[in-house]
């Protein structure tokens, strides 16, 4: 029992209890846009596996007795590892409008969620093709 509220009283000091609807100073802020970004990779990553396995089963159709173009997955995978450093190297350049500042972390995760719910789109797309 005593191990039990050891471990209750170190998960509700990990994580404050902030509400987001009302955030008010800017830690707070800076929590929440964390916390957004943090569902918006949650899904994202969801979806990543949901396009991999279907771009995979198209890839299965693809007759190489003529076709030598790259498959989808390896398009994919490309297009996906240069859109994270895209995704990285633009959210990062975004928070330097408060550059050394306590907002700079709330501008980083804004950008990072909004172009992570933005790519979770286009991979939702690539499969409701065809």
């Not at 970004?37 to 991999?52: F, H, I, P, R, S």
């Not at 007795?65 to 959210?91: G, I, K, N």
């Amino acid at each position: 029992m005593m191990l039990m509220s050891l471990m209750l009283l170190a998960a509700a000091a990990q994580e404050p209890a902030v509400d987001c609807e009302n955030a008010q100073y800017q830690v707070e802020m800076n929590f929440c846009a964390g916390k957004e970004y943090d569902a918006a990779d949650a899904e994202l990553n969801a979806q990543w596996k949901l396009t991999v396995a279907a771009l995979k089963a198209r890839d299965k159709t693809i007759d190489r007795s003529y076709d030598s173009q790259p498959t989808h997955y390896d398009t994919l995978l490309a297009a996906q590892r240069a859109w994270l450093t895209y995704r990285d190297q633009h959210c990062l350049s975004e928070s330097f409008a408060a550059r050394g500042g306590s907002m700079a972390p709330m501008l980083h995760s804004g950008c990072m969620a909004r172009l992570t719910q933005e790519r979770t789109e286009q991979l939702k797309a690539l499969v409701e093709e065809n």
